[in-house]
């Protein structure tokens, strides 16, 4: 007499409550390394002097890195929506690129509310593992750009230098000889 054992392992026959990643979820969890990488990038040019020998090679860091960024959001935006979940990943890649090429601090700060003003566009509200997993990129990825919004390079130069500085200075004093 033969002993039935089954093959099939136990629970194969249940919903798998596991995350498994989109083509816009797996860039945007690259896109979130490479939004660090380029805070850190900024950062070292902040404290760096312009005539510090390591300042070119941080410089092209930094363009380097800003570049990766720009190219991830707009791989990640031409990618198809295969899940509700990838919609706001997709709006969030789309903000980032915004950001970064805003040029001014009026548009930067008023993109940056966006995701407190229009929460339910920037977050995932789908329940199980994919839509706790995409929550926790979306909210990794919203402390980013508010790490994004304390560079200096995103501080409006309006802001601190006269447009014209010839306008700025004072008149010329007129030195006149009394003797």
Same mark, same amino acid.
Not at 29 to 43: D, H, P, S
Not at 125 to 131: L, T
């Given at each position: 007499m033969a002993v039935h054992m089954p093959i099939t392992p136990l629970g194969a026959s249940e919903a798998c409550d596991r995350f498994s990643h989109s083509l816009?979820?797996? =860039?945007? !969890?690259?896109?979130?390394?490479?939004?660090?990488?380029?805070?850190?990038?900024?950062?070292?040019?902040?404290?760096a002097d312009c005539f510090d020998p390591a300042f070119l090679s941080w410089s092209a860091d930094a363009e380097e890195a800003r570049a990766r960024v720009l190219g991830l959001a707009a791989t990640i935006t031409a990618q198809p929506v295969m899940r509700a979940s990838d919609k706001p990943l997709k709006r969030s890649a789309m903000l980032t690129r915004l950001l970064i090429e805003s040029d001014? =601090?009026? !548009?930067?700060?008023?993109?940056?509310?966006?995701p407190g003003s229009h929460a339910e566009l920037f977050s995932c509200?789908?329940?199980?593992?994919?839509?706790a997993r995409v929550q926790q990129m979306l909210e990794t990825h919203q402390v980013q750009l508010e790490a994004l919004a304390d560079l200096d390079e995103f501080d409006d130069v309006g802001t601190h230098w006269p447009d014209d500085p010839a306008a700025e200075m004072p008149e010329p004093l007129a030195v006149t000889s009394t003797l």
């Open positions: 816009i979820s797996r =860039a945007f !969890t690259q896109l979130n390394a490479a939004v660090a990488l380029y805070i850190e990038c900024e950062r070292d040019l902040e404290h001014s =601090a009026a !548009t930067f700060t008023s993109l940056l509310r966006l509200c789908d329940a199980g593992a994919v839509g």
